[in-house]
């Protein structure tokens, strides 16, 4: 084994003897019990319901909690409810868990029982699962108003949520008791999932850093002939090699012209020698999820058109950043990367100037003068999104645009040039004459796909970047990239490069 192969397992060796392992409690007890009583006061008086995960059908994927259950409880098993009643000077909390038989638990492991409950989830008591109904019945009679935690994977659909085990027990009792009143605390513990603790930043914190590890050794594998399969797997392995519970998400790595696709999931393709490779990926660590991406060039050199573009995104990623500061306005940062993006693709000659428009294709949102030219490579955001049970999760600056402590989030400005969706364009005198000025910089710039996406925590003592560590700078990818990749799993290396 070469030195430089020993030193290289003793920093991993190092990196994972840092790294806490997964049966070890991250959230103090205590806090579970804190949101709990937190959320209680935004109540006066009533039930809260809250309904975990149910048994997988298939166990593929494996059985991960939903996000707001998990982050009342904690509690890692399927198929329990909690409940809480509050009225005037006590607060109750009860757990319904089902039993699981001697011969289910030789197939699938012992659980937590009702009488164990207390003492793995401190101020709730434990009742069969079987018994929730007619505890239920009997709160709907007393005349106590319901209040309901939806129980979805994340927040988009919640309200047009029917099929979910919740919202059929609500149905059922709502055809029992008609002037039952029911009311949704999606949006209650939406807000309170936004502040995040120092112990759940600890946990980001450590999930972005098993992200980072894997960016790095993807980076050191790429070369032309690779698979996109092969860093896909190579990364997801890392997540776990390094103490992540799976990926946040699902893993996106795409060359060539699927760099392109801000949403592509089938890492089916074979990189090219001359080509970007974008690869958003990031693992869950204890159930909270970063987010990185990182865009390199497949062989391992970017090309001097790749370089401006990759160079414009990296600007306006600093310009965003530079502004956030505790109470500052995130739309202030998010002017300030609209601003570097828009005078870049001026001077590049992709769009004609910064309030230049063109007439949109059907689905296109835009006002009646038609839409920004700028809007048809820079497709999303110029800022990010909140990040922790969820890989878009919620976050305090949601609602005013406030940045505050306590914010964890991404900033990720991207630049897709395709020009196979310019020319879906309708075809109108205002378009031509667009085309015609802007098609030799779309010629020149055809299928560079670019996003630079870190992590990052608002605290009293500033802003810390989570995601130091992955290259991002042009000059630190290339001098990472023509370092010797690792084996992989099964021998050897993807692609032609040594």
């Known amino acids: 084994m070469s030195t430089a192969r020993r030193s290289e397992r003793l920093v991993l ?24 009583a937190m959320l209680a006061t935004r109540i006066d008086s009533g039930v809260i319901i809250a309904f975990g995960g149910v048994e997988p059908v298939n166990y593929w994927p494996a059985f991960f909690q939903l996000p707001s259950f998990q982050y009342l409880t904690g509690f890692p098993e399927t198929d329990a409810v909690l409940l809480m009643v509050k009225r005037p000077g006590s607060t109750t909390a009860t757990m319904f868990v089902p039993k699981r038989s001697a011969v289910q638990a030789r197939w699938m492991g ?15 008591s434990g009742r069969d699962i079987a018994d929730l109904g007619k ?33 059929r027990f609500l149905a059922v009792m709502r055809s029992r008791y008609p002037a039952l009143a029911v009311h949704s605390l999606d949006s209650v513990v939406t807000a309170l999932r936004g502040k995040k603790s120092a112990a759940e930043i600890a946990l980001l914190r450590k999930a972005t850093q098993v992200s980072v590890k894997a960016h790095q050794e993807a980076m050191k594998a790429t070369g032309p002939g690779c698979g996109e399969w092969e860093i896909q797997a190579l990364m997801e392995g890392t997540f776990r090699r390094m103490g992540g519970d799976r990926p946040g998400y699902g893993s996106i790595v795409g060359s060539g012209p699927n760099a392109t696709i801000l949403h592509y999931f089938e890492d089916s393709r074979v ?11 990031a693992s869950s660590f ?16 970017f090309t001097p058109a790749q370089k401006e573009i990759y160079q414009l995104v990296r600007d306006a990623q600093e310009a965003f950043v ?16 609209r601003t570097v993006i828009t005078n870049g693709l001026v001077r590049l000659g992709l769009i004609e100037s910064a309030d230049a428009a063109f007439d949109p294709m059907e689905g296109m949102r835009c006002p009646p003068t038609g839409c920004r ?33 306590g914010d964890v989030f991404t900033v990720e400005p991207g630049l897709y040039i395709d020009p196979d969706f310019i020319n879906r364009l309708p075809d109108t005198p205002r378009n031509r004459a667009m085309l015609a000025r802007v098609r030799p910089a779309i010629e020149k710039y055809k299928w560079i796909g670019v996003r630079i996406e870190d992590a990052y925590a608002l605290t009293e003592r500033g802003l810390e970047w989570l995601s130091t560590g992955a ?28």
Request: glycine share 10%; with cysteine.
């Open 271 to 281: 990189m090219n020698d001359g080509e970007l490779l974008l690869i958003d990926a």
């Open 471 to 498: 290259p991002r700078e042009i000059d630190e990818i290339e001098a990472l990239m023509a370092k010797p990749g690792p084996e992989l799993p099964g021998g050897g290396s993807c692609g032609i490069k040594s």
């Open 286 to 301: 204890d159930h909270y999820s970063s987010d990185v991406t990182r865009t390199m060039p497949v062989n391992g050199r």
């Open 110 to 124: 012992n659980r937590t029982s009702a009488a164990a409950i207390p003492a793995r989830v401190p101020g709730v």
């Open 322 to 337: 530079r502004q956030i500061r505790p109470g500052s306005s995130m739309t202030v940062s998010r002017d300030s990367g």
């Open 13 to 36: 060796a190092l990196l994972l003897s840092a790294l806490p392992t997964l049966a070890q409690a991250q959230i103090p007890v205590r806090e579970y019990a804190d949101r709990r």
């Open 373 to 405: 030219q700028v809007s048809l490579f820079a497709t999303h955001g110029y800022g990010g999104h909140g990040i922790g049970l969820e890989v878009h999760d919620p976050s305090q600056y949601d609602q005013d645009m406030k940045a505050r402590p």
């Open 135 to 167: 505890v239920t019945d009997s709160l709907a009679k007393s005349g106590l108003r319901f209040y309901v935690v939806p129980d979805v994977q994340t927040t988009d659909y919640a309200d047009q949520d029917s099929l979910t085990r919740g919202s």
